[in-house]
C-alpha cells in the first residue's frame, strides 16, 4: 500500500471518530450562571469523579448534550446534570426501543450482527452475561491497541445501561467521554483498527442515537 492511500486510511478513522468531543458551554444552575470550561485536553475530560462537580465544581459534559443538560447544585455542594422531562422521555423511549429490537439502531439495523450483540449484552445484562460480554468487548479494544485501563473504564460505564426504564443522562455523558478519550489519544494505526471493531462501532451508534434524541 502506499503512502498516500494509507494517509487516507488514517484520516478517513480519524473524521469518524471524532464527532463526540468535549467542548466550553454555558449554563444555568440556580440563580448563578455557570461556565464549564474545558481546555481541549483529553485528560481533563477522564477520570473517576468527571459526572458529579465537587466543591462546586460543574462536571465536564459532552458536546452533544451542551445546550440540553442542567446542572442541579445538591446539599453537599455537588452539581449533578439532568434534562428536562421531555427529553427524558425520549431517551427512555429510545432504550426501550433498543431493548425489544437489539439489532435496530435508530431505525437502522446493525449489519451482520446476532440476534444480541455483545454491546447489547454489556448494555442490558441480557441472561446475568454483562461480564463475560464485558470481557469481550474489553479483549477487542485491547487487540487494536486500546490501553487495558481505557477499555475497561468504557465497558464498566457502558454497562446497564440500557437495563433501566429510567435512562441516566450521567452515564450517557461518563459514556460518551471515556469513548472520546479512547478516540483523542489513540494513533493512526490503532484508530483503523477501532474502525474495523465491530463492537466499539456499535457502541458508537448507540451513543450518538442517544445524542441525537436531545435535538
Known sequence: MNKQKLAFRFGFAAV?????LSTSIRVNAGPQPITIIDSGDSSSSAGDNFSSGASG??????AGLRGVVQFTENPDGTITITVPPAIQAKLDGLAANMRTNPRVIAGR???GAAEQTTVFIVMTN???????????????????????GSAQALA????FLLASDNVNITQVNEAIILYNKIVIESKGPVLVKLAKDKNFRELRQRLVAFVNALK
Open 57 to 62: 465544581k460543574p462536571p465536564v459534559v459532552a
Open 156 to 159: 464498566n460505564k457502558m454497562a
Open 109 to 111: 439495523e446493525v449489519p
Open 16 to 20: 469518524l471518530f471524532t464527532s463526540l
Open 126 to 148: 441480557t441472561n446475568n452475561g454483562t461480564e463475560t460480554a464485558q470481557t469481550v468487548f474489553v479483549k477487542g479494544l485491547q487487540e487494536s491497541g486500546v490501553s487495558s
